[in-house]
């Protein structure tokens, strides 16, 4: 395993601000990407954090992303609402698309909503755990694929032709721990392999083939031509099908191609079905009841979806964040190239109060 270097929440969030803001990101939207790139550190979901700096600044470079692009609601009903991000960072576009999908969500008790042009958006269970701190039910998905590409075969297919497309569900319990499932469709995200090169780790069995179909555990035969897994053999696969043809109400589909895709998102405000805080204390008195079966063998105790990201924010509060000897290297390349100091003097009085 490769060297790491701890670091706390506050100053990679300052420090991801920094770069950001000094390749062209207004300062609002370099806060709202940071903070939830460091927010999936902190869920334990590191595939999805700070790893992802180089390549998010390689494509401001390549003018591929539009650091200053704002969402513009293009179309909106009682209970829709379509979103343009402008080919700038997609967290922002779709944390912006959740708040007003919670706000209408409220009004009109569900709101739909689909996005367009907004590229990477991150750790679903973000937007789905902002949903169910409302006290909503809120569902993310992200879906792409087509018949002469990608990098999941279809169950029996020879060929990638699907995106990892991910989905997440999140549902309010009244407590700091909603129940929050964010997982993607493929045996393991994309995110997974990419941290699993940075720390020098083979991957799981049964996750990923080499280009000639032979099964495999090499990061390196899976980015020279290889593909990943479906989970659940043809389970999986339908999912991740049902990820594109969601994203496809976007009206991002080609019919020459074989392709769709999109991200869309429901959010369903409780309180129209029944009153909020009784539905809390019974979803948490029936997580409660799962929790308290005792464990197999080999297992110390049942958790439930949430857990997970709950202890990992405590513990990951208290001492720190692990980031690759890899990445950090590229971030600090990317300072000099963008003549940014990363020493500790970027964390401000604001950066720390938001990580107490």
């Known amino acids: 395993m490769g060297t790491t270097h701890s670091f706390q929440a506050s100053y990679l969030h300052a420090m991801t601000r920094e770069l950001l803001v000094a390749a ?15 927010n ?3 869920a334990g ?3 999805h954090g700070v790893i992802r700096i180089p390549s998010y600044l390689q494509s401001i470079a390549d003018n591929r992303t539009q650091p200053a692009a704002e969402p513009i609601f293009i179309d909106e009903t009682a209970n829709t609402l379509r979103v343009d991000g402008g080919n700038g960072f997609g ?7 959740m708040e007003r999908a919670i706000e209408k969500a409220k009004e009109a008790d569900m709101c739909g909503v689909t996005l367009v042009r907004t590229g990477h958006i991150g750790r679903l269970g973000e937007y789905a755990e902002a949903a169910a701190r409302s006290g909503c039910i809120g569902i993310t998905t ?3 694929g087509v018949k002469d590409g990608g990098n999941i075969v279809p169950f029996g297919g020879a060929s990638g032709a699907l995106g990892t497309n991910p989905i997440s569900v999140g549902v ?21 392999i990419l941290f699993a090169q940075s720390r020098g780790m083979d991957l799981p069995e049964d996750c990923i083939v080499d280009k000639h179909g032979n099964p495999s555990v090499k ?7 290889g593909f990943l897994l479906p989970f659940g053999k043809h389970k999986g696969y339908a999912f991740s099908l049902l990820m594109c043809l969601l994203g496809g109400l976007s009206g991002n589909f080609d019919l ?5 895709g999109g991200q869309f998102m429901l959010v369903l405000n409780v309180s129209a079905f029944t009153p909020l805080g009784a539905y809390q204390d019974g979803g948490r008195a029936f997580l409660n009841g799962i929790k308290s079966i005792p464990a197999a063998p080999g297992f110390d105790e049942v958790l439930v979806p949430g857990d997970y990201e709950r202890r990992s924010r405590l513990q990951r509060l208290a001492n720190g964040v692990d980031v690759p000897d890899t990445t950090y290297q590229e971030i600090l390349e990317w300072g000099e190239k963008l003549g940014v100091s990363l020493s500790e003097e970027v964390v401000e009085t604001t950066d720390l109060e938001r990580y107490e």
């Open 91 to 97: 967290h922002y576009t779709a944390r912006k698309a």
């Open 219 to 225: 990061t390196a035969d899976f980015y020279d031509g």
């Open 142 to 144: 992200n879906g792409n």
């Open 40 to 42: 999936a550190n902190l």
């Open 45 to 47: 979901h590191d595939s």
């Open 172 to 192: 309010p319990t009244g407590d700091d721990s909603p129940f929050i499932i964010d997982f993607a469709t493929s045996m393991i995200a994309g995110g997974k």
């Open 256 to 260: 020459e191609r074989g392709a769709m």
């Open 24 to 38: 062209a990101t207004p300062h609002h939207i370099a806060e709202n990407v940071a903070e939830i790139l460091v």
